[in-house]
């Protein structure tokens, strides 16, 4: 037969185990609870340490509570228990048959803290009546926990100065009727009652029917408890709806009857010499003493909930923005994957284009050309015939020419042949041959070792950046200038265009910003930039260009990469300034077209950029505060390229900038590199630096 301590013991691994049947009940306990449960012929501690249950040892603390059976064979009905409500029914008809006993150890507010409270309330022992419960339902705030809306401690220094200040005990409750927060100081006599088992039930009886008053009347009210003290209770309102209630055991309004308090001692199991001592401390008061305090209390209790609350909806607001950023930054991610697999695939697509284009169609091209060379060879080849011949021969090396130029411009080979600088000395070749503006070549360093990607995506940057110059600038004059020592390499291209045009600043001011990998504020720049450029506008006419510098006429042009590449980009922030005022068509954006002289001047409204980049550029008008002529870029620029204005201001011309910016970016993002627009006083500088 098995023994009482087999049994307990049985028992014990059973409520404990993972598996539990009223797992949902203990595990809101806390680490430290420890339950002793005894009956005649053995005994067993369980104590709850980080998270598990340890059976059979030395408590580290002292037990919150004891079970006593008077029967072990009262034991036997918890064998088959099958959930927490089962057991807390089975629990309560023993206690209330008097077959168990349950002895609290420890003070009651001790016992909450340990998570004692939400165990009762899952058995079933403090459940709340439906109607109560119907009452309630609508509540929106009713699932949010106390602590996230209310600074509990705070409330609880409150509770404990109020409690001092007017010798009461305070109480705030939530809607479940769970303290939240006792006061540490106040009334002894609710103190001894609510320490007992049987205390416990009729107080949150009381408390159910204050709660419910509060709930019907939002506004504080007095009540008489189940021990016949006056009891005021203020409502916690929060955004006009009732999450709980402070409420305070006030006094008697006649002196105490002995017996009564004798009786209720008895039916609680306490010894009733400490509560008939209590009492000689409580004042017997009139009503109006009780609403004085009730007026108090309630209005300090409104003003704390109130500002509670607005601090809930900042913080709930908050959460709410950092996980829309969090969301958006993560779209960005996604956004940014997408545009870098469009460039490798545009890449690898336009090679695969321009090698059929050479091969095939340029191959096929050449053959024909060659043929009617051989047909003109001919003695016998009338003149009008040949005057076609030659008509057909012109026209198809035009096409082999067109081709060879397309070829060179989707894919340029001598980049993967003779590396980037070689790439770059022969775009600048096609750029002096096809347009009137003297473009310029200066390198500093070997190349080295670059990858294929590297390679192909600077190439990409200068090749857009001269186009724009070539269409929007208005320049005479343009440098591309590539450097590489020991902190890497950099990349510049600059014009003496007419750069960004000025605006007032009006709080949508112009911003063009740094784009790097991680998004970063916009670099300042380099003055040497500038000044390069500028030692080279100031070089006359017949002086000879430094070594390294290639200039229009020293080679012959060649046709490997053409500016006029267009890169299908994403939306961007990016934006185009808008013309000044006094300008006859603000819509117009002026390109330099091929054909037009060299020197000539631009008829458009400035505000295009070399790289097609933009500028911070704020026209003041002197004396007033803010307004800072010439001040290109602000100091506090923010993420990539997040300026602000708008492309329709700008017209076509000023999408195109505005998608060549982006592509420019994230051609750089894509190798690690930073893109800036440094500050210049002519033209445009556009700096890409790709570290080591």
């Given amino acids: 037969m098995e023994s009482v ?113 939400y165990f009762l309330e899952e058995i079933g022992v403090l459940a709340p009546p439906k109607a109560y419960q119907d009452l309630i339902g609508g509540l929106q705030l009713r699932d949010i926990a106390f602590t996230e809306i209310l600074d509990v401690k705070y409330l609880q220094e409150l509770v404990d100065e109020l409690a001092r200040i007017t010798g009461v005990r305070l109480w705030v409750l939530d809607m479940n009727c769970m303290p939240v927060v006792v006061s540490t100081t106040g009334g002894e006599h609710c103190k001894l009652i609510i320490d007992s088992f049987e205390g416990v039930l009729r107080c949150y009886d009381s ?60 039916e609680l199991d306490v010894d009733p010499e400490p509560l008939l001592a209590s009492l000689q401390q409580v004042r017997n008061v009139n009503i109006e003493e009780v609403e004085f305090l009730l007026s108090v209390v309630n209005a300090i209790a409104q003003v704390v909930t109130e500002m509670s609350f607005k601090q809930y909806l900042l913080t709930r607001q908050m959460k709410e923005n950092a996980d829309l950023t969090r969301e958006l930054r993560y779209k960005n991610m996604e956004l940014k994957a997408l545009f870098q697999s469009i460039l490798e695939i545009q890449e690898r697509e336009r090679s695969a284009v321009a090698r059929d284009l050479h091969d095939d169609t340029g191959q096929n091209l050449s053959n024909a050309l060659v043929n009617l060379e051989l047909a003109l060879s001919e003695m016998d080849v009338p003149e009008a015939v040949r005057a076609h011949i030659e008509s057909a021969s012109s026209s198809i090396s035009q096409v082999l020419k067109q081709v060879h130029d397309l070829s060179a411009s989707l894919h340029p080979p001598v980049l993967d042949d003779l590396g980037l600088i070689e790439a770059l000395r022969n775009l600048v ?68 265009g007419h750069g960004f045009a000025e605006t007032e600043t009006d709080g949508g001011h112009i911003r063009a910003e740094n784009a790097t990998r991680k998004g970063e504020a916009l670099s300042s720049g380099e003055k040497t930039s500038t000044g390069d450029r500028a030692r080279h506008d100031e070089r006359s006419p017949g002086e000879k260009a430094p070594e390294g510098e290639m200039t229009p006429g020293k080679d012959e042009p060649g046709r490997d990469g053409g500016a006029r590449g267009d890169t299908p980009t994403i939306d961007s922030p990016i934006t185009v300034v808008p013309p000044r005022r006094g300008q006859s068509d603000a819509r117009q954006v002026g390109t330099a077209r091929p054909g037009r002289a060299a020197g000539e001047k631009s008829a458009e409204p400035k505000g295009k950029a070399a790289g097609g980049g933009e500028a911070s550029a704020t026209r003041g008008t002197a004396g007033k505060p803010g307004a800072t002529k010439g001040a290109r870029y602000p100091a506090n620029a923010g993420e990539a390229f997040s300026t602000r204005v708008s492309t329709t201001v700008c017209g076509e011309s000023g999408e195109s900038i505005r998608l060549g910016l982006v592509n420019m970016r994230e051609r750089a993002e894509r190798i690690g590199a930073t893109l800036e627009f440094p500050p210049c006083e002519k033209g445009v500088t556009v700096v890409v630096r790709l570290p080591h």
């Fill in 5 to 117: 301590q087999e049994l307990l013991e049985e028992l014990a691994e059973l409520f404990t185990s993972e598996d539990s049947p009223i797992n949902s009940a203990i595990k809101p306990l806390g680490d430290g609870a420890v339950l002793v449960v005894r009956a005649p012929g053995g005994s067993i501690t369980v104590e709850k340490v980080e998270g598990r249950f340890i059976h059979g040892k030395k408590p580290r603390t002292r037990p919150l509570f004891e079970l006593h059976f008077d029967d072990p064979r009262d034991l036997e009905a918890f064998r088959h228990v099958k959930d927490a409500r089962d057991f807390g029914d089975r629990f309560v008809s023993l206690v209330r048959e008097g077959k168990l006993k349950l002895d609290m150890l420890r003070p009651f507010i001790d016992l909450w803290s340990l998570g004692v409270g």
């Fill in 429 to 496: 070749r096609r750029m002096n041959a096809d347009y009137p503006i003297e473009f310029t070549l200066v390198t500093e360093g070997e190349e080295g070792a670059l990858s294929g990607d590297v390679k192909i995506n600077l190439y990409r940057i200068a090749q857009e950046a001269l186009n724009n110059v070539v269409k929007h600038s208005g320049a005479s004059r343009a440098r591309v200038e590539f450097k590489r020592d020991e902190h890497g390499v950099k990349l510049v291209i600059s014009d003496d």
């Fill in 207 to 266: 408390a159910i029917g204050g709660l419910a008053e509060l709930k019907k009347a939002m506004a504080p009210k007095v009540r008489v408890c189940h021990a016949g003290f006056m009891c005021f209770d203020a409502p916690l309102i929060l955004g006009g709806e009732i999450v709980g209630m402070i409420s305070g055991d006030a006094s008697l309004m006649e002196p105490p009857d002995p017996d009564r308090y004798r009786k209720l001692a008895e």
